[in-house]
């Protein structure tokens, strides 16, 4: 399966930057895989990683951009619109949109975390009072 990931990854990269029309799920993707230049080489050769772990300082580049890209659906679709609500107030407290980006995302790994590792079931209803709270 991740293999799979990643080959899609490239294909959605390569797609990208040849100017191609994305669907709204790649091009949600695309669109975090550009503002993170600082994995360009992770992108441009990820279907030849195959099921090898992937770090660069302590993040996985392609589970950062996964959960950005279902960050911004969740914006684009105002679904939840504790996701809007969330970015607006850490954007009003002075966190550039990238930021705040990071900081709803982390909250999702970590309910995504706790589900997989710990056997925690997390459903929406959390992950809806942990947006309220977050703070920036």
């Known amino acids: 399966m991740r293999a799979m990931s990643r080959a899609h990854m490239a294909d959605v990269w390569r797609r990208g930057q040849k100017g191609e029309v994305l669907a709204a799920e790649d091009l949600a993707v695309y669109h975090a895989m550009r503002d993170h230049p600082e994995y360009t080489e992770f992108w441009e050769h990820a279907a030849e990683f195959g099921d090898k772990e992937i770090e660069v300082d302590r993040v996985n580049p392609f589970l950062h951009v996964s959960l ?26 002075g966190l550039d949109r990238h930021e705040a980006l990071h900081r709803i995302a982390g909250l999702l790994a970590e309910l995504i975390s706790g589900t997989m590792h710990q056997g925690r079931a997390s459903g929406l209803d959390t992950y809806r009072r942990r947006l309220r709270a977050l703070k920036p």
Not at 68 to 93: C, D, K
């Open 68 to 93: 950005h890209s279902v960050i911004e659906r969740q914006l684009g679709e105002h679904s939840p619109p504790e996701t809007e609500q969330a970015l607006f107030r850490l954007t009003r407290a």
